[in-house]
């Protein structure tokens, strides 16, 4: 056929930090911001007082005549804010519809900052830079940053710093790497658990991912009981501000960086075992429950849609088939016999036939049935990876480790887990 031969694109967005901006070039991109929120007012009170005239609602060309050549920025970035507001507009409508219960606003707020926007075509890149035009008679911003050659749109964000995220068009494979049926288990402390129906099985740890969060929340915690020492905007208080943003920056980006990782891992283990097709359970029932206080904070902690959204898109990538679904009590049904009991240990050992497995895995094989309606064989045997590598022990920490997943080895998993972490009291 002749469709063969054309390469599937898609699109993904690659986020670069502007650090070690000038003091000039940082007030610059902060005033792009502020214009671009001038331009969002600009439409919310024009938007508003159609609503109070009861008069027809100010369209895409009667924001764009209303906004056109007022503002220090390129037309095409006005015009990308009225597009954005429009398109709030329409899903506060639908959801006004739908949801009237619920007595959602239309855009009232008047914000201060809003991130810019260029097209594609409006951004260039000379060797080594990017080039934002800022409109006629204005310099354009210029940033020191190499982007690969399909980079198309641009927008600057502020996330505790400036940051460019821009959209790059990446190939997708062409075909799916076979048609192995697959489920992934997301968990907290196992960020991913995997199996096949053909009797692979692979876990990813989620420790490295789970400490780091827990030093943001410390170091936090920190700055702002000497924050309270102080007066709000003093100099003091501004300095541990912008300390607090440093630190909140470095723990997202490496969290991100592991996730990226993590689930870069669960890919190219569906890849080498030929998988068609990918079930990711959704923890939601687990989440949504209240637990008590430590185990809520654990659980809002523990961003498993950002897991979802990583996997389905690399799958994607991959050419594998991806789908989610409810997880509702899997982990806690004995993969032989069906017998129920909530699991106590790392090791799930079944009170009416003693079958005994890793506990991570077992939510992972139930979901077979669940999901193909067809259930799997326990795996005999698992690997297991830590995403990217680990402080101190570089060596040690990308090798992966094959296990027997049986009983009599779980010490050994433990043992290297807590090598890492340095602790071990909150295995179960
Ligand atoms: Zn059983």
Redesign the pocket.
């Known amino acids: 056929m002749f469709f063969d031969a054309i390469i599937m694109y898609m699109q993904t967005v690659k986020i670069y930090q502007l650090n070690h901006l000038s003091h000039k070039q940082f007030q610059r991109l902060k005033a792009a911001q502020m214009e671009a929120a001038r331009v969002w007012n600009l439409c919310c009170q024009t938007h508003k007082e159609a609503r109070m005239a009861r008069s027809a609602w100010p369209g895409r060309d009667t924001l764009q005549k209303a906004t056109k050549g007022q503002f220090a920025l390129h037309s095409q970035s006005v015009q990308m804010v009225v597009q954005a507001f429009l398109a709030n507009i329409e899903t506060t409508r639908k959801l006004r519809q739908s949801h009237p219960q619920m007595k959602m606003k239309y855009p009232w707020r008047e914000k201060r900052f809003f991130p810019v926007k260029w097209p594609a075509q409006a951004v260039s890149r000379e060797q080594g830079r990017v080039v934002l035009p800022m409109g006629r008679g204005r310099a354009s911003i210029i940033l020191p940053l190499e982007l690969p050659t399909q980079s198309g749109a641009c927008s600057l964000v502020w996330n505790h710093g400036f940051e460019l995220h821009v959209c790059v068009e990446m190939p997708q494979a062409e075909e799916a790497p076979g048609n192995v049926h697959a489920t992934v288990d997301l968990g907290e402390i196992h960020l991913a658990a995997v199996t096949t129906n053909t009797g692979s099985a692979m876990i990813v740890t989620g420790r490295g991912i789970r400490s780091l969060k827990r030093l943001r929340h410390r170091q936090l915690g920190k700055i702002a009981k000497k924050q309270t020492r102080c007066q709000k905007y003093s100099h003091r208080w501004k300095k541990l501000q912008r300390a607090k943003n440093k630190q909140c920056r470095r723990a997202e980006r490496r969290i991100r960086d592991l996730r990226h990782k993590a689930t870069r891992k669960v890919i190219d283990f569906c890849v080498e075992q030929k998988v068609g097709n990918l079930f990711i359970g959704n923890p939601h029932g687990v989440r949504k429950k209240n637990s008590g206080r430590h185990h809520n904070q654990r659980m809002s902690m523990w961003e498993y849609g950002k897991d979802i959204d990583y996997l389905t898109h690399k799958s994607q990538q991959a050419h594998i088939e991806s789908s989610t679904g409810s997880e509702r009590g899997t982990s806690s049904r ?1 993969p ?2 069906g ?1 129920k009991h909530k699991p106590k240990n790392r090791n799930w050992v ?1 009170k ?2 003693r ?1 005994s497995g890793h506990r991570d895995l077992v939510g992972s094989v139930n979901m077979h049935e669940l999901s193909y309606g067809k259930p799997v064989e326990f795996p005999r045997s698992f690997t297991y990876l830590r995403p990217g590598k680990s402080r101190s022990r570089g060596s040690r920490a990308d090798t992966p480790q094959r296990c027997l997943s049986k009983a009599e080895d779980q010490p050994r998993i433990a043992d290297t887990v807590s090598a890492e972490t340095g602790h071990h009291s909150d295995v179960a």
């Open positions: 004995c032989k016999c017998h079944c009416a036939c079958f």
